[in-house]
């Protein structure tokens, strides 16, 4: 009998947890207009407000949660992990530079911001930007349409690339497809966020182990080029990406032996982003033309 008690107890708590938040209608009706999975961001201080409960209700769609101020507390970790759609990143701070790198790297379909202080930099970030009630004076309307036409470069480590003043990997984006042009070749977008980019915006969920285990089982994977940067976190599943760059090669086991050791370092080091350089300039080496 007390087994089935605190059976019940955690389901109700599962199921309500993240349901406190009313997400309002012109959020619902934005999201019913896809007929493919999309990725949202949601930048908020400290705590999750709508994107646990729109994991539950689009579960083939992918949450990036961002939360400034590195508070998690209050976040149940195996809630996320029930959903296997979140991802979980946790920064002190999100500086001007670092939401400019994160939108010249990255595509969301839609951005959800609560309780910070906007600048035109968020507007490059998402197709769609939504303000929650605090920002409704800083547009006539909560939601804006700003299109965003590709990416400048294909990872946050390529940040020292010059700005382009034309997107270098074109995106084609709206409700019922998404696509990126690369070499010439188009290729199906999936959704979810770079390792990389996760990395450098100090990921929690997945965590490090569980992604140190899904990159294991990618060992029989035939791949010419499986580095960090083409992986997509999707929440508890990472999937590689970009197969059959003629432009690399360079072994999976050499590639998954260098992925090991850069995540040991961040658990060592907890500073990511010389990790990641680290990681680089090994693999750079063996990289063959």
């Known amino acids: 009998m007390k087994i089935k008690l605190l059976y019940m107890v955690v389901c109700v708590y599962f199921f309500s947890y993240g349901r406190d938040q009313h997400i309002p209608a012109e959020i619902t009706k934005l999201l019913g207009q896809y007929t493919r999975p999309f990725t949202l961001l949601e930048i908020c201080p400290n705590d999750i407000k709508y994107s646990v409960q729109l994991a539950q209700k689009y579960p083939t769609s992918v949450f990036i949660i961002l939360t400034v101020g590195n508070k998690t507390g209050t976040i149940n970790y195996s809630v996320l992990n029930k959903l296997k759609n979140v991802v979980l990143l946790n920064v002190y701070t999100l500086s001007e530079p670092d939401i400019k790198t994160l939108s010249r790297c990255e595509h969301f379909d839609v951005l959800l911001m609560h309780d910070l202080i906007i600048t035109e930099s968020f507007c490059h970030l998402a197709d769609y930007v939504v303000l929650d009630n605090a920002h409704a004076q800083f547009r006539d309307s909560s939601i804006m349409h700003t299109p ?124 990511n982003e010389q990790a990641i350089n680290d990681y680089h300039a090994r693999l750079m080496s063996r990289k063959k033309p």
């Not at 285990?213 to 060992?219: D, H």
């Not at 976190?233 to 992925?259: E, S, W, Y």
């Open 148 to 271: 965003k036409n590709g990416i400048d470069i294909p990872r946050w480590s390529c940040k020292v690339m010059p700005e382009s003043p034309e997107p270098r990997y074109p995106i084609m984006s709206n409700f019922r497809e998404k696509y990126c042009v690369k070499n010439g070749v188009r290729s199906s977008w999936l959704p979810g966020i770079n390792l990389i980019t996760a990395l450098m915006l100090y990921v929690s969920y997945p965590s490090l182990d569980l992604i140190a285990k899904n990159i294991k089982s990618m060992k029989k994977i035939d791949h010419n080029d499986l580095v960090i940067g083409n992986m997509i976190v999707q929440g508890a599943v990472i999937v590689p990406i970009d197969f059959n760059d003629k432009r690399h090669f360079i072994k999976v086991k050499t590639c998954l032996k260098a992925a090991k050791r850069l995540l040991k370092n961040i658990k060592k080091t907890h500073n």
